[in-house]
């Protein structure tokens, strides 16, 4: 059993979670699914143009639907790090959707020219992000 306790609203316990546990044990590692699920084109490019918001540092409040005001800047800058990182060129990889509550989740990997992070992607019923957690990918 692996517990996670986060101060932070923007943080992704079940990944976090999850990445302990397949450090400790591989097998625990999450199975892909059988069938892959069908991409969104509307998501992606969404998804594409959030990507250039936060590489350009320009990410803000009104880009949520709700988010709470003092996370944004640290989001920004960790997030810009995070996406500057893995280079240009990059490839946008669903790997998993659903639904949690009244939002659509998406689960991707975006690899670049010299890296990939996963994007766990949270979207509303206003069509805006509730959620956003990017993280390096193993």
Request: glycine share 10%.
């Amino acid at each position: 059993t692996v517990i996670v306790l986060t101060n932070s609203g923007a943080a992704n316990p079940a990944a976090i979670a999850t990445r302990v546990a397949e450090a400790v044990d591989p097998t625990l590692a999450p199975k892909p699914p059988a069938v892959p699920p069908v991409e969104d084109p509307k998501v992606t490019a969404y998804l594409r143009d959030v990507l250039g918001i936060i590489e350009r540092g320009e990410l803000q409040v009104g880009d949520f639907e709700f988010v709470r005001v003092t996370v944004v800047p640290r989001m920004r800058a960790g997030y810009q790090r995070a996406i500057r990182s893995i280079g240009a060129d990059r490839r946008i990889e669903l790997r998993a959707r659903g639904e949690a509550g009244d939002d659509r989740t998406f689960t991707y990997r975006v690899s670049g020219a010299t890296g990939a992070v996963n994007v766990d992607l949270k979207i509303g019923p206003g069509g805006r992000m509730t959620g956003l957690v990017i993280m390096p990918a193993q």
